[in-house]
């Protein structure tokens, strides 16, 4: 569970929704996780969800996975300027987390 | 939920000391410690894990003599970056899994980082 891929940059307007995605190479991979980083401050989970699952909802948070194409993705609807910040997604592997490159959120009002 | 809790948040350093960051699980026991390093606009590369009572493993390509790793107990991980350069400077993060519970989704928590300048 090494390659995790991430696109870099998302602009999205206020209320629309944003869709962050990410490839892994790992199938082994248990969980699958979603974390929101800030300026400066440090990794906040946001959603996770275990590898036999093919979506999960939180909320305003949508985790879609297929499995067969190592694809996860996270939907956040009605995006707010709160929102922006970079989303890492990550994949858990004996213990150890392996980061995309993370994914910049740009919410323009 | 659990609480993992790292100290210094800040630390500046002059180039040649050493700094020591510790990471503490707060409210539950941690056989295996990891610590992370986030280079400014970059994501975070694992480096190495603590084990209690034994040596850490270090990822390929982080040098153990430089990042030392002491993990004396169930509760403490140190990481101690030798003679630092300004290239040290990073966001040095930790993770530590509840060994109580069964490896789930949220049983493994990280602290909120350490930010190390070297000047």
């Known amino acids: 569970g090494e390659d995790v891929e991430q696109s870099l940059f998302l602009s ?11 490839t892994y190479t790992d199938s082994s991979s248990t969980y699958l996780y979603w974390y929101k980083q800030e300026p400066g401050a440090g990794l906040q989970l946001l959603t996770y969800i275990f590898s036999n699952m093919d979506m999960k909802q939180d909320q305003r948070l949508t985790v879609l996975l297929n499995k067969k194409d190592k694809h996860l993705s996270l939907r956040i609807a009605d995006t707010q300027t709160g929102d922006s910040a970079i989303y890492f997604c990550a994949e858990l592997y004996f213990n150890k987390f392996y980061f995309g490159s993370g994914t910049k959120l740009n919410v323009k009002p | 939920g659990a609480v993992v ?30 610590w992370y390093r986030q280079f400014p606009k970059q994501s975070l590369m694992l480096m190495a894990t603590s084990n209690e009572g034994s040596k850490a493993t270090y990822e390929q390509g982080v040098e153990k003599d430089k990042f030392l790793i002491n993990h004396a107990s169930l509760t403490l991980s140190t990481l101690t970056v030798t003679s630092a350069h300004p290239e040290d400077s990073s966001f040095y993060i930790c ?25």
């Open chain 1, 12 to 22: 999205v307007r206020e209320g629309d929704s944003s869709v962050i995605n990410c």
């Open chain 2, 5 to 34: 809790s790292q100290h210094p948040s800040w630390v500046i350093c002059k180039s040649g000391t050493s700094v020591k960051i510790e990471c503490r699980s707060l409210d539950f026991q941690a056989t295996t410690m990891f």
């Open chain 2, 95 to 119: 993770s530590a899994r509840d060994r109580s519970v069964q490896v789930s989704g949220n049983t493994i928590y990280f602290g909120e980082g350490s930010w190390l300048t070297v000047v």
